[in-house]
């Protein structure tokens, strides 16, 4: 049983993984949403999916021989499901900057529980009977602790999602913004250069309020000007998004649905601008720059979340604080060909993954395999 995020969406690690095995194993597979609308957008893709709040959903649950998560979504707002018998497949949300999950939890906060209470938090997170991470430096760094997972659970295979900048996935473009997709090839096939705004989701607030800073005539205009289109593409927990104080459309600038999956677009993009997403880190397997656009900083960090590595050294990109430098980063990179990141951006990729190459959900299914 495959646990789609957020209510069911046919997005992320999961969706790549139940793409790769299904047709290989002989037992059925099931995607599992709540969503009706989800629901049957699934069917209509002939993808077998299970209602999860159907009354005879619990025989599902109880024949099940691996459950497959890749965030804490339903395990917080289900925790009897560690009861079944089930085998545990957490197969991770991305590789990032912020503190996440167990980690949370300020150390003079932990230090002051008892051992009784500490084993309490312990069991409010699900014990991983697989834990899915990309590189020794990560495994020990971040998955481990976040997830009180001992390290011979955890595998660095890769993460299925990034295997799609390696080779067409059949089923890759299910669940995906497929208006905008078709309108990006069909610039690409005019030579126009496609950049992607990813920031990440705010703790303290359901939508990012990048209008102010950006001004979106006058970005318009340069992106016509130099034969560009930008697509703004929201995190998938966003449940609205203020594009901009301008009603009037605008030919070079688009959005990409929140809810939808959006690896099929960053596979077609020439330049990524996030904040700090960890959307970055699976965009270091296409090799193409990144400019981290960084007005609120500050304020990001105060109100937001903690970020636990150092930021000028993970990010291997120039940090653009306002509108004006993040103009110029973009003429240097698309207009004037220069990229002085290169060896930064391949030094983080070696360190956050073990391997390059499109092959994550085949290490994961022979893994899965063995047990």
């Excluded at 089923?171 to 995906?176: D, H, I, Q, V």
Aim: proline share 5%; glycine share 4%; with cysteine.
């Amino acid at each position: 049983l495959f646990f789609g995020e957020h209510g069911g969406k046919f997005i992320g690690n999961n969706k790549y993984f139940f793409l790769y095995i299904k047709g290989k194993i002989d037992a059925p597979i099931y995607w599992v949403a709540e969503d009706p609308s989800t629901i049957d957008e699934l069917i209509d893709a002939h993808i077998p999916v299970l209602d999860f709040k159907d009354k005879n959903f619990h025989s599902y649950l109880y024949r099940a021989a691996f459950f497959y998560f890749d965030n804490m979504t339903w395990q917080r707002s289900y925790p009897w499901l560690r009861f079944f018998k089930a085998k545990i497949i957490h197969m991770s949300h991305g590789v990032g900057l912020k503190v996440t999950e167990k980690m949370l939890i300020p150390n003079e906060f932990m230090n002051a529980l008892s051992q009784n209470e500490k084993k309490r938090i312990d069991n409010k997170i699900f014990k991983n009977d697989l834990l899915i991470s990309t590189s020794p430096f990560y495994a020990q760094n971040v998955s481990a602790p976040a997830y009180s997972t001992p390290l011979d659970r955890i595998t660095c295979s890769g993460y299925p999602k990034n295997d799609v900048f390696y080779s067409d996935i059949e089923g890759e473009l299910l669940f995906s913004d497929f208006t905008v997709i078709q309108k990006i090839d069909q610039l690409k096939s005019d030579n126009y250069k496609v950049i992607v705004y990813a920031p990440t989701f705010r703790d303290m607030d359901s939508r990012f309020h990048h209008a102010p800073v950006i001004d979106y005539p006058l970005f318009d205009q340069y992106l016509r000007q130099n034969r560009m289109v930008l697509v703004i593409k929201g995190h998938t927990t966003l449940s609205g998004v203020r594009h901009t104080h301008h009603p009037e459309p605008f030919s070079n600038i688009m959005f990409y649905r929140n809810d939808r999956d959006g690896y099929p677009l960053l596979k077609r993009t020439d330049l990524l601008i996030t904040d700090y997403s960890s959307i970055y880190m699976d965009f270091l397997h296409c090799k193409q720059p990144v400019i981290f656009f960084t007005y609120d900083y500050d304020e990001y960090i105060a109100k937001h979340r903690d970020i636990q590595f150092d930021y000028n050294q993970m990010t291997p990109g120039p940090k653009a604080p306002d509108y004006h430098s993040l103009i110029q980063w973009i003429t240097r990179f698309l207009v004037d060909k220069e990229d002085q990141f290169v060896d930064a951006r391949q030094k983080i990729s070696d360190l956050a993954y073990t391997y390059h190459d499109g092959l994550s959900s085949q290490r994961i299914f022979q893994k899965i395999k063995e047990m």
